[in-house]
């Protein structure tokens, strides 16, 4: 089960660019493309944890500004050749511009979130 959690407007983000939200168990990454859909990654590259929200988006990918990983933001899978992933979660735009985030039940039980 999923509980959404408001985050913000669209209009907070750039397109091409990528805003943070801090939770209790990390930062998390919205990216918003140049056609406003929007994304969120852990904002943790899988291979030395450089600060995706930091990278470069173009199409539905984020470069890594620390090594060029490139990482699909629509799963948080990074592209071959490289491997490895980074934990990616809904997100939604409801008709206000206002921003979801869906946060799985789960975390909210272990870290004991409000």
């Known amino acids: ?8 407007h669209l209009q907070d983000i750039p397109r091409l660019g990528a ?30 944890g450089g600060p995706l929200s930091q990278g470069i988006v173009h199409g539905k990918v984020v470069t890594c500004p620390l090594h060029n990983r490139q990482i699909n933001l629509t799963d948080g899978q990074v592209l071959a050749p490289d491997k490895g992933c980074t934990h990616s979660y809904p997100v939604k735009v409801i008709e206000t511009g206002q921003l979801l985030l869906g946060i ?11």
Do not use: S
Request: charged share 25%.
């Open 1 to 8: 089960m999923i509980q959404w959690i408001e985050i913000g």
């Open 104 to 114: 799985p039940e789960t975390y909210k039980q272990a870290l004991q979130l409000t």
């Open 19 to 48: 805003r943070v939200v801090t939770t209790d168990w990390g930062n998390i990454a919205i990216f918003r493309t140049a056609g406003d859909e929007v994304w969120a990654l852990d904002d943790r590259c899988p291979h030395r």
